[in-house]
């Protein structure tokens, strides 16, 4: 498997194109500065839409009303912090891909997009009973709740990606390299 | 109540974060040791011409023959460029002599890491590759050192 991740990263980063955007004077910047502006954006309309079920934002709107509202520029935001991520990992893949960091972030990019799912589900189905209360039902206020813990770790792991304690090309224990993927011998990228 | 938790987590995070170290880009003292001079006399054979700085890879010839892999820092693109140099002046395989300083562990490990002060072509020409205002040494490579 980390091999595989490797021989996928290392494929990348033999693109000419990567080691461009890589090494561009100004390029990569834009990238990271509109990640994290995107991010911003995207993840302030789905905390207020969050805090909202939970009660502490516009309890006297209903909240399919401000989910409604905060909808669009929450995508936009998305798409756009989407399209800037995929554009940063493929600038500089092996070192991302070896990253304990990415890895836990990766982890938790995918338990908040179940949540997502199942929240959605449940916010469909029931959103009619509870629309105007001050707060959302028990299950949907606990996915409000874990939105918000897992995309602030999310953001969290993403910042320490620029960190180098556990980079493969340093000695690592046993078990940081192992999360990380190290692969024994591996070139210096 | 809250206010407390909020001060204790506002410490916390300055402690942790004094002793971070990001990903190459700090102050010289930080990671290099301005009383470890070395001369480094060999083949480039790798170039990342990143921010927030250059790194020029070195094979440096020893007395025996063999070489030794160096990795050498040096000021971001946009200084060298100034300076007079790009990625394309340093092909692989260029011939240089690199001034500079050793980082502070000396481990050599993935490559021996210096900061680089002064680069010198085959032919004769010299740039001062690194940066200043960092804390490294004031040592006349710098031609903007007052």
Not at chain 1, 62 to 83: I, Q, Y
Request: aromatic letters at 12%; one cysteine or more; hydrophobic letters at 50%.
């Amino acid at each position: 498997m980390n091999q595989l991740i490797y021989n996928f990263a290392a494929w990348l980063d033999s693109h000419r194109w990567s080691t461009l955007l890589h090494e561009s004077f100004y390029m990569y910047n834009w990238v990271e500065t509109t990640h994290v502006l995107t991010l911003m954006l995207s993840l302030g309309m789905l905390f207020l839409v969050d805090l909202r079920l939970l009660g502490y934002a516009f309890p006297d709107v209903p909240a399919s009303a401000v989910a409604g509202r905060l909808k669009l520029p929450m995508l936009v935001g998305f798409t756009l912090m989407v399209v800037t991520g995929l554009l940063l990992f493929y600038a500089i893949p092996v070192r991302s891909a070896q990253s304990v960091w990415f890895r836990i972030k990766f982890l938790l990019l995918i338990a908040a997009a179940i949540n997502a799912f199942l929240f959605h589900r449940r916010m469909r189905e029931s959103v009619a009973a509870w629309d105007t209360d001050q707060r959302a039902p028990r299950r949907l206020r606990a996915a409000a709740a874990l939105s918000i813990i897992f995309w602030v770790l999310i953001v969290i792991c993403g910042r320490l990606i620029a960190y180098n304690w556990f980079d493969c090309e340093y000695d690592q224990p046993a078990f940081v390299s192992a999360v990380a993927g190290c692969i024994a011998g591996q070139e210096l990228y | 109540m809250p206010k407390r938790y909020l001060a204790l987590l506002a410490i916390g995070f300055l402690a942790i974060s004094g002793s971070w170290k990001a990903w190459s880009h700090h102050a010289f003292s930080a990671e290099f040791d301005k009383d470890a001079p070395v001369t480094l006399r060999g083949k480039v054979t790798k170039i990342e011409w990143i921010n927030p700085h250059a790194w020029i890879h070195l094979a440096v010839e020893q007395e025996d023959g063999s070489t030794v892999a160096w990795m050498v820092e040096g000021g971001t693109p946009n200084t060298l460029l100034r300076a007079g140099v790009n990625k394309n002046s340093l092909p692989i395989g260029t011939d240089i002599v690199v001034r500079g300083y050793q980082s502070k562990d000396a481990a050599c490990r993935p490559a021996c890491k210096a900061n680089g002060r002064d680069l010198v072509f085959a032919d004769g020409r010299r740039i001062f590759m690194g940066s200043s205002g960092t804390g490294a040494p004031k040592d006349g490579y710098d031609p903007r050192d007052k």
